[in-house]
């Protein structure tokens, strides 16, 4: 490639860093303990869903 082509890599996702880095303060917050109980919760119920059924 020669130096004046742009291949628009790094550039073009650069706003899209500062659109998902940026803090809101209406955003819902969760502690990650609670997704992963929830993860676990959840997947335990499958299990016992798969055993009944």
């Given at each position: 490639?020669?130096?004046?082509?742009n291949s628009g890599g790094l550039m073009s996702s650069a706003g899209l860093v500062r659109y998902f880095?940026?803090?809101?303060r209406n955003a819902i917050r969760f502690?990650?303990?609670?997704?992963?109980?929830f993860g676990?919760?959840?997947g335990i119920g499958?299990?016992?869903l798969n055993l009944v059924a």
């Open positions: 490639m020669s130096k004046g082509d880095d940026a803090e809101d502690d990650p303990k609670t997704i992963v109980a676990l919760l959840f499958v299990l016992v």
